[in-house]
């Protein structure tokens, strides 16, 4: 598909009435529709090409999608906003593979001038043929002097000039390391010293952000705001983006990682925060990341003899935060990677449980971030509880697999990791999200990733996969409204088209596969992931309003 036409009557970006046709439509409604009528900001029909000839008019704006795709958008369950405006605009060192490119980077950065820090995110170490890092000092001569800032791919250390080190007084603070990588409360002080930015800036990058999303399909984003992270003010500018009547953008699920230990501790906090919140969780870390090995293990890490991690949190301080959340009604927990770290976690629920009552526990739908290592016994007590995981298949696409970061930190343990379809299997709530700018904002990447585990038998069905990114993610975030993330009549329009090459069914069993082909299963075709070309977004519509549209869309 190269372009689509329309009538010109009326545009989704002022919500009128469009009529989208001859192409396909992924709706529990109608498996086979190839049309859609949006009335304003809702659903009114889905149905078949035939249907759509006979209620076309002149009244409406009437597109051609030319056998491209509508599907209900993508919601990312975990990004963090500013992060990703930086990571977009600065240096990006995914594909340095030495201690050398790195440095040329940075000094080619302070080649075109200025005074600011030098920001940049993305290098791992793992992926170099010698891991040796640059010092501090290599750092300085290669910027000029100038501060440098540049976060590991996992966003939980950072390598940090001495400029900097000097500038954010980070020497004896938990963390701090002479060679210049810096972990813990050290990293924190030194991302917080390095982007002190002012409300217009913090806003840009933002913006950035979001208009990338909408470019990949997004209708929503969840904020992980945390104070290690950044401030008050960056969550109170991202949640304001909602407010906006003239900017249409993806919808902002806010989150603030702060701990509590009441609930009059936790109910000040929500007004001191100043804007709504959809809980006092997400990054409110009981422990750290695999690749900067602060992730709390039970045993040491392969690579590093007598290394377990890092515990944030004791699992009385845990419990307290649970306890104050579920009897406020409102969604706590925690950033948990580590297989320590989640028995703190799970320790902590049944701590809170014993205090306030397991039914208040469940219905406060807390949920806990990443969950890389869950065994069968805790993905057990995860299910008792009813809490949803918010999980990011790309970090097994980016580290799984033999000889690679996991293998490499964790030795056998690494095959393990990330156990979708247990989870599955055990009724645990699971959605599905990016950690951008950890990983990159390409949701069908993240739902390849989900079918193409490193470990076949957590591989999980494309439908699976595909709903865990878009209507699960509204009821992790407790959205109001049950419709959300369908396609049905009476639901949000809130959609994205797709140019595709080929559609079908795709399943972890061929046997399955084979039957969920057959036009008598009745199921809903999604692009096919293994062409070597991934679907290209042409346009992001949320509640009936355009949020994006390619370039040769409706032209």
């Known amino acids: 598909m190269t372009d689509a036409t329309s009538s010109g009557k009326t545009s989704p970006g002022r919500a009128g009435i469009t009529l989208y046709r001859n192409g396909s ?27 759509a000839a006979s209620i076309a008019d002149g009244s409406m704006d009437v597109v051609d999608l030319h056998g491209a795709l509508v599907a209900p958008g993508f919601v990312d369950s975990h990004v963090h906003l500013t992060e ?26 302070a080649a075109v001038g200025g005074d600011g820090p030098i920001l940049g995110h993305g290098w791992d170490e793992s992926r170099w043929a010698d891991p040796t890092l640059p010092g501090p000092g290599e750092l300085d001569r290669a910027a000029g002097g100038r501060p440098v800032y540049l976060s590991r791919a996992d966003a939980h250390s950072a390598l940090i000039s001495s400029s900097l080190a000097a500038a954010a007084r980070v020497e004896g603070v938990d963390g701090f390391a002479a060679g210049g990588q810096v972990r813990r409360q050290a990293h924190a002080t030194a991302r917080r010293a390095a982007r002190s930015l002012p409300a217009d800036t913090l806003r840009a990058y933002q913006r950035r952000a979001l208009d990338e999303a909408a470019a990949n399909g997004y209708v929503a984003v969840a904020e992980m705001g945390a104070p290690h992270i950044g401030s008050v003010l960056d969550l109170q500018l991202a949640a304001g983006w ?18 509590t230990a009441t609930v009059a501790e936790a109910e000040a906090l929500l007004t001191e925060l100043g804007v709504p919140v959809r809980g006092l969780a997400g990054d409110l870390n009981i422990d750290g990341s695999i690749g900067s090995r602060t992730a709390s293990l039970r045993e040491p890490y392969a690579d590093a003899p007598g290394e377990r991690g890092t515990a944030y949190l004791s699992t009385d301080e ?38 306030v009552g397991e039914q208040r526990i469940r219905a406060a739908g807390h949920r806990f971030e990443h969950v890389e290592m869950a065994d069968a016994e805790a993905i057990a007590r995860l299910a008792k509880y009813s809490v949803t995981v918010s999980a990011q298949p790309g970090f097994d696409a980016a580290w799984g697999g033999p000889g ?31 950690d951008s700018p950890v990983t990159p904002l390409r949701p069908w990447a993240s739902v390849k990733a989900c079918l193409e585990h490193n470990n076949p038998d957590q591989r999980i069905s494309a439908r699976a996969a595909f709903l865990g990114h878009t209507r699960a993610g509204w009821r992790a975030a407790r959205d109001a409204n049950p419709m959300a993330g369908q396609l049905v009549p009476g639901a949000p329009a ?46 992001t519509v949320r509640n009936g309003r355009e949020l994006f549209s390619a370039d040769a869309f409706r032209s």
């Not at 419990?319 to 989640?342: E, K, M, N, R």
């Open 404 to 434: 690679r970061m996991y293998e490499q930190r964790l030795g056998s343990r690494s095959r393990n990791m990330n156990p979708f379809a247990s989870l599955y299997s055990a009724g645990v709530p699971v959605c599905f999200g990016s």
């Open 242 to 259: 909602n407010d906006y009547s003239d900017v249409q953008l993806p919808e902002v699920l806010p989150y603030w990682g702060q701990l």
């Open 84 to 109: 990703t405006g930086i990571a977009l605009e600065s240096l990006q060192l995914g594909e340095v593979r030495s201690a050398g490119q790195l440095l040329d980077a940075v000094a080619d950065a």
């Open 494 to 539: 809130t959609f994205a088209v797709w140019e595709v090459d080929e559609l079908m069914v795709q399943v972890a069993d061929g046997r399955v596969q084979s039957w969920s082909t057959d036009p008598r299963a009745r199921t809903p075709l999604l692009p096919a992931l293994d062409t070597g070309t991934a679907p290209r977004c042409l346009q």
């Open 25 to 51: 439509v992924y709706t529990a409604a109608d498996p086979f529709a190839t049309a859609i009528l949006v009335d304003g900001d809702t659903v009114a029909w889905v149905g078949s090409e035939q249907a």
């Open 318 to 355: 845990a419990a307290a935060h649970l306890a104050a959340c579920s009897l406020l009604g409102i969604q706590g927990g925690f950033h948990v990677i580590g297989d320590a770290g989640l028995d703190a976690a799970l320790d902590a629920l049944e701590q809170a449980a014993a205090e």
